[in-house]
C-alpha cells in the first residue's frame, strides 16, 4: 500500500502564499499520478492539481496562475506552492495517488487545513 502525509497548512493572510508537502511511502514504485484535492466546510470535495508519473501537470480553473504543483522524485514528495492566497481558498487539503496494477487503487492523506483569513 501507499502512505501519504501532508505538511504545510496553516494561518495565512489573503494574499500571502503557503507551500504544501506531500511525502508518500509504501510501494511508491507503482504510482502514476499524484494530486491535490480540498474541501471547504459545505462543498463537495474538489480537484485542485496533479502531476502524472511523467511530468504532466494539470490544474483547476479556479487556482490557474495561482497554484503550482512539482515534485521531487528523489524524495518521493509532491508540492503544492500557493500564493496570492483567498479566503475562498480556506479548506481542509487532501493529497491523493494513484496506484496502477492489477487492480487500480486510490490513496488519500489525511489532510492539511489551510485557513486565509485577515
Known amino acids: 500500500q501507499v502512505q501519504l502525509v501532508e505538511s504545510g497548512g496553516g494561518l495565512v493572510q489573503p494574499g500571502g502564499s503557503l507551500r504544501l508537502s506531500c511525502a508518500a511511502s509504501g510501494r511508491i514504485f507503482s504510482i502514476n499520478a499524484m494530486g491535490w484535492y480540498r474541501q471547504a466546510p459545505g462543498k463537495q470535495r474538489e480537484f485542485i492539481a496533479g502531476?502524472?508519473?511523467?511530468?504532466?501537470?494539470t490544474y483547476a480553473d479556479s487556482v490557474k496562475g495561482r497554484f503550482l504543483i512539482s515534485r521531487d522524485s528523489a524524495k518521493n514528495t509532491v508540492y503544492l506552492q500557493m500564493n496570492s492566497l483567498e479566503p475562498e481558498d480556506t479548506a481542509v487539503y487532501y493529497c491523493?495517488?494513484?496506484?496502477?496494477?492489477?487492480?487500480?487503487?486510490?490513496?488519500w492523506g489525511k489532510g492539511t487545513l489551510v485557513a486565509v483569513s485577515s
Open positions: 491523493n495517488a494513484q496506484q496502477t496494477g492489477p487492480v487500480v487503487m486510490t490513496y
Open positions: 502531476i502524472t508519473s511523467g511530468g504532466t501537470t
